[in-house]
């Protein structure tokens, strides 16, 4: 019998899956090791900024959206909208 959760932000794996690549296609195209890969899927390590950015523009999410994704807290973070001028 299944648990009824409260709706959650997809995993990491969910959204490179989402986005069409394998963890090892992610990982080339990040330039880095798949096994760093698997370290952010784990929640082990966190990614630098410059991966992070990279990772925000392959997958076409929000920065709050990967960073729901890394298990970061992202409560309080407002949501991304666009300026108006």
């Given at each position: 019998?299944?648990?009824?959760?409260?709706?959650?932000?997809?995993?990491?794996?969910?959204?490179?899956?989402?986005?069409?690549y394998?963890?090892?296609?992610f990982?080339?195209?990040?330039?880095?090791?798949?096994?760093?890969?698997?370290?952010?899927?784990?929640?082990?390590?966190m990614?630098?900024?410059?991966?992070?950015?990279?990772?925000?523009?392959?997958?076409?999410?929000?920065?709050?959206?990967?960073?729901?994704?890394?298990?970061?807290?992202?409560?309080?973070?407002?949501?991304?909208?666009?300026?108006?001028?």
């Amino acid at each position: 019998m299944e648990k009824n959760k409260p709706t959650q932000d997809p995993s990491l794996k969910d959204l490179i899956k989402l986005a069409g690549y394998t963890q090892k296609s992610f990982a080339q195209a990040l330039n880095t090791a798949y096994s760093t890969v698997r370290y952010y899927i784990s929640g082990e390590k966190m990614p630098g900024v410059k991966i992070f950015a990279d990772m925000c523009r392959l997958l076409d999410k929000s920065p709050k959206q990967v960073m729901a994704a890394l298990g970061i807290d992202v409560s309080g973070i407002p949501d991304d909208q666009p300026s108006e001028e």
